[in-house]
């Protein structure tokens, strides 16, 4: 009987796993490229001159952009809960729900005022029609280009989800996540193993508090002892910066070029120089490995048009479209 009861509950499990698969494949059948087009026609060009406006200011802001779009579009994707890129990462939390933004793994990022700034100029526009999940693709988009980066066309049509949950960010990839476990995050998100090293790359950007690789220097398996994947020189470096226990100092994880969009990543993570554990995993698997050797050796040669693709595959993770959420009136609340 017991043995009956758990082929029955595989079973199940399995046609849940295939209908979510399926889910994955046509939950991208409502975006194409121009959705604005004959509703709001500068939409674009709007959302691409007030980013401007803000990365030539800032431009370190291109890359907290870039890691809300993707944390935005990781969380909330499970067979029970199909929604990814939805904008859930811009709302507020209120009286009885701490949000997305307010959990752990997201009080560094920044660059909400951009988000904002777009939405306000499109609704005194074009009321109710472009989405808070849009334009947070859009700008990620024009943000990575404004430095350097390559430039995409981002398939549009998203629609916002009405929810945010602080305590579903514990599905995001780890920063000490091994190779097994960053490909079980990306596969369960429908993305290839190509896309897991392609999208690491946007390391090449932006900077990290010591916190998140402090254990790589100063107590790696509990005794008080370093990584040994980690070059031993850039340990002595680090170690100058980040004294233990220390949350507030930030290190550039691509140092020299950390504010430029590049491959040089790549080269890090070949000398062993890749910050986090999730860096350094790249040398654990073959066609992670290949990958990180081949963009080290010609100077990111495919690097831009390859990171272009996994960013259009990433936007499309679980979104809402047709009738499905709301267009939200303000990004930071629903209507």
């Known amino acids: 009987m017991a043995t009956q009861k758990l082929a029955s509950l595989f079973f199940l499990q399995q046609i849940i796993h295939v209908l979510f698969i399926l889910h994955l494949a046509n939950a991208d ?14 939409a674009e060009a709007i959302t691409r001159k007030i980013t401007h406006q803000h990365i030539s200011r800032a431009p370190t802001l291109a890359a907290p952009l870039l890691r809300m779009h993707f944390h935005d579009c990781f969380i909330r ?16 939390s209120t009286k009885n729900n701490q949000a997305e933004k307010d959990a752990f793994a997201n009080l560094s990022l920044r660059g909400y005022q951009v988000i904002d700034a777009v939405k306000s100029a499109l609704e005194n526009m074009c009321p109710g029609v472009v989405s808070c999940a849009d334009i947070l693709a859009l700008v990620t988009r024009d943000a990575v280009s ?19 949950v602080a305590s579903e960010t514990r599905d995001l990839p780890p920063p000490f996540g091994n190779i097994t476990l960053l490909k079980q995050k ?31 220097l100063y107590n790696f398996t509990g005794k008080g002892d370093t990584d040994p994947t980690l070059d031993p020189n850039y340990v002595v470096h680090l170690k100058r910066k980040c004294q233990p226990g220390d949350t507030t100092t930030l290190v550039d994880m691509d140092p020299g070029s950390f504010r430029t969009f590049d491959g040089d990543y790549y080269t ?14 790249l040398l654990d698997d073959t066609e992670t490995k290949s990958y990180v050797k081949l963009q080290a050796n010609t100077y990111g040669s495919t690097f831009a048009k390859d990171f272009a693709e996994s960013m259009v595959n990433m936007g499309k993770i679980g979104v809402l479209t047709g009738k499905a959420g ?7 609340f629903v209507n």
């Not at 059948?29 to 500068?42: E, H, V």
């Not at 946007?202 to 900077?207: A, E, L």
């Not at 709301?326 to 930071?332: L, M």
Request: proline share 4%; glycine share 12%; aromatic share 8%.
């Open 268 to 281: 890090l993570v070949a000398k062993r120089r890749g910050l986090f554990q999730s860096d350094a995993a």
């Open 186 to 216: 990306f596969a369960a998100k429908g993305l290839s193993v190509k896309d897991l090293v392609v999208l690491a790359g946007g390391h090449t950007i932006g900077t990290s508090h010591c916190s998140s690789f402090e254990t790589r």
């Open 326 to 332: 709301e267009i939200r009136k303000h990004c930071a």
């Open 146 to 164: 404004m430095i350097k980066g390559p430039f995409w066309e981002v398939p549009t049509g998203r629609r916002d989800g009405r929810e945010s």
């Open 29 to 42: 059948q409502g975006l194409k490229l121009g959705f604005y087009q004959k509703m709001c026609p500068d």
């Open 77 to 92: 994707l499970a067979p029970n809960c199909w929604q990814g890129c939805d904008g859930s990462v811009l709302l507020n």
